[in-house]
């Protein structure tokens, strides 16, 4: 009876290390509609005040795009900003951002990032976390979906340059020309031209990153033709 035991304890002790992902060094992967997708190559940057994370495997590559430069969670979709993209063999872009046609498909653009550990003390600094997503294509025909994503020791070298549909570069002129327009005294010669600029902004952004709740252009509306 206890060897019999302490067969299944051994049995259930492997099962439960087999669970557990090591990595020994830097990587980012994923299953890809069930598949195991592995980087051979991987960065970080810091640019608009976020995180940008690549890898690839010299056919593929994987951005994930964050708006802010701490652990945390980041939600993806539902113009939140924040952004995940995979780019195929073919060089097509599947982005988060996109909104699916509900003719092809019955997932939401949705996903997050999760930043677990910053690494300050590494020479270059580092980065760890996990991350899902379903992204789409433009038009929102065709679809991608990682799971159990973890990118592990990722250095911050810098370099990077973003390849999905310019959201956090959106996000961030919509953030400035707020500042500048909440600056701007309504008596103010150039009011109405600082409160187009605003309205433009905000279009950009929902071209941009979309506006599912309606937010964005509940904003635009509330300005009016912009007249003091």
């Given at each position: 009876?206890?060897?019999?035991?302490?067969?299944?304890?051994?049995?259930?002790?492997?099962?439960?290390?087999?669970?557990?992902?090591?990595?020994?060094?830097?990587?980012?992967?994923?299953?890809?509609?069930?598949?195991?997708?592995?980087?051979?190559?991987?960065?970080?940057?810091i640019?608009?005040?976020g995180?940008?994370?690549?890898?690839?495997?010299?056919?593929?590559?994987?951005?994930?795009?964050?708006?802010?430069?701490?652990?945390?969670?980041?939600?993806?979709?539902?113009?939140?900003?924040?952004?995940?993209?995979?780019?195929?063999?073919?060089?097509?872009v599947?982005?988060?951002?996109?909104?699916?046609?509900?003719?092809?498909?019955?997932?939401?653009?949705?996903?997050?990032?999760?930043?677990?550990?910053?690494?300050?003390?590494?020479?270059?600094?580092?980065i760890?976390?996990?991350?899902?997503?379903?992204?789409?294509?433009?038009?929102?025909?065709n679809?991608?979906n990682?799971?159990?994503?973890?990118?592990?020791k990722?250095?911050?070298?810098?370099?990077?340059?973003?390849?999905?549909?310019?959201?956090?570069?959106?996000?961030?002129?919509?953030?400035?020309?707020?500042?500048?327009?909440?600056?701007?005294?309504?008596?103010?010669?150039?009011?109405?031209?600082?409160c187009?600029?605003?309205?433009?902004?905000?279009?950009?952004?929902?071209?941009?990153?979309?506006?599912?709740?309606?937010?964005?252009?509940?904003?635009?509306?509330?300005?009016?033709?912009?007249?003091?």
């Amino acid at each position: 009876m206890k060897r019999l035991a302490l067969i299944l304890f051994t049995f259930l002790s492997v099962l439960s290390c087999g669970d557990e992902i090591e990595f020994n060094s830097p990587a980012v992967q994923g299953n890809k509609d069930g598949e195991l997708w592995r980087a051979v190559y991987y960065s970080a940057d810091i640019d608009f005040g976020g995180f940008i994370i690549e890898g690839g495997n010299n056919f593929e590559t994987i951005q994930l795009i964050t708006t802010n430069d701490t652990a945390g969670t980041y939600n993806l979709g539902d113009g939140s900003g924040n952004e995940a993209t995979f780019t195929n063999s073919q060089g097509v872009v599947y982005s988060t951002n996109n909104e699916p046609d509900p003719s092809v498909s019955i997932y939401p653009n949705e996903g997050q990032i999760i930043v677990e550990h910053v690494d300050n003390d590494a020479d270059p600094k580092t980065i760890s976390g996990k991350f899902w997503f379903y992204a789409f294509t433009a038009d929102g025909m065709n679809t991608v979906n990682f799971n159990e994503g973890h990118f592990y020791k990722v250095p911050l070298v810098g370099g990077l340059v973003t390849v999905g549909s310019g959201c956090l570069e959106a996000t961030e002129a919509t953030a400035n020309a707020a500042q500048t327009y909440i600056a701007t005294d309504t008596t103010a010669p150039e009011y109405t031209d600082v409160c187009n600029a605003y309205k433009d902004a905000l279009t950009a952004q929902i071209d941009a990153c979309g506006d599912t709740t309606g937010a964005l252009q509940a904003l635009i509306d509330s300005l009016g033709d912009c007249t003091p």
